[in-house]
């Protein structure tokens, strides 16, 4: 292991120790934390805290100051990826290998760990215990509500669901994924760097870093449902296919597909030519999620 | 109409004309935003935008300033009202005589429309634009994301189903609509001191009144489930005691319950002594709000 991806490791390993200790105080209300917790530490890859705490780490600033944000932007994709799985949306029964959050705790408590994990997001960053200058942590907060919201994550998903079913063009595939998908890692990319206090420059390096990403990733998450295997995947292969969704594996074929996802990954990372070597880390970062295959 | 009650229905009208047009520059996105607007246009009371400007004003702060504030916590209320709605929770086909959310417009997009409305929220609290000191914004916005959260709202909405079918304790009713109603309304009486860098003892006696007019206005509302009239209501009466819901009239009777509105609504009216004759709006609308037949 280098350098550069050690570090991202340790960020992972740190957001982990922070999720899994966030709600520890909380009066337990039922089993709504539990719910909460339970799909928050389903082991996800943490990219998007990930992703923040580096851009962050890259414009000077202390990966550890922003933990309430890089949680906050994980509990945000936690709560979307319950809601989604709800019966009445895309009815899943498995996430990640295991049951899905409404197969164990019932839908009304799904529906509410999703609504509470939403709002303990903003409830974490707009704490007055961050100690972050007021100014960047309302930005930076402000960056994720839109990206979140019916201009970004929630946009998406609505399209998604309007488009099952019908055959949706290229660019309209696209743009759904850059909502659904591509919104939040962009968000996460430019709040690291708000909140690190860093220039227009880095910041635009950042966010196109980001968006290369989260678009070659969607793609590479489409091509694996199809040439997956179920076992390392923790979810059926083909369920794309079978719920009629309009990927860019069925719009333009494999191989198409892979060599977009070469390409989008080059371009993330000659995005990132103003940092240097502190990109390196991110470089890495690319082309491991380029190759990987879960 | 006196200078007092007419100064609170200006704001009740500025406000329903800001949420009317808060989202008309957005996208489509399908029917999310008219699934939105069905809902947050469906004519409640305002209690809450109304308390957050009234407590500005008399804080010394303008009510047009904190908009979208007094707007955001009416979307907050909106989407728990639409999630509370859904066929896995309380399952209502009515609401304030309209069929409900996901009785038009599906469930899917019903919870996407509640998700959208509380991430709304936030991105109207937390836009530059606002103008707003970004200090006092961000207190403002935390103390809503707090009183809207596990902690507060959702985390009655928790107790609540999960008393349904058993029955409480009157120090676990009032409990679980401290959070559930009441941390919301005393919310909004923070906020609008707060956004009006109004002073410690203006802040604790404008919380006092709203947690006190909280409490008074829920067990009004039993006591209306009970001896409403339909017609006026918009929802069946009696659907408390068909739910097997427990509240403050099944626990303690009609008469207490009677005489519980009045001292709560006299307290209220107390608390609010250090604003001498500017509390006099909200004097009128503890009043009125004890003596309301929907």
Redesign the interface.
Known sequence: MSMADSRLDAHRLRIEEWLRDC?RD??P??D??DA?CYSLMAGGKRIRPVLLMETCRMCGGDPEAVLPFAGAIEMIHT?SLI?DD?P??DDDDLRRGRPTNHKVY????A??A???L???A??FM???GTGLP??R???A??IL??A????GM??G???D??GEGHSLGIHEVEELQRLKTGALIAAAAEMGCVLADGGMEQRQAARLYAERLGLAFQIQDDILDVVGDEATLGKPVGSDAKSEKNTFVTLKGLDVCRELVAKLTQEAVEALSCFGAEGDGLRWLANSLASREK
């Open positions: 709600f909380r009066e209300r039922g709504l934390y909460m709560y809601h709800l009445c949306m019932g839908e009304a408590t529906v509410l999703g609504d509470a939403l709002t303990a903003f409830e707009l704490d007055p007021p100014a942590a309302l930005e907060a402000g509500a839109r979140a919201g019916g201009r929630v946009g998903q609505v399209l669901m309007a």
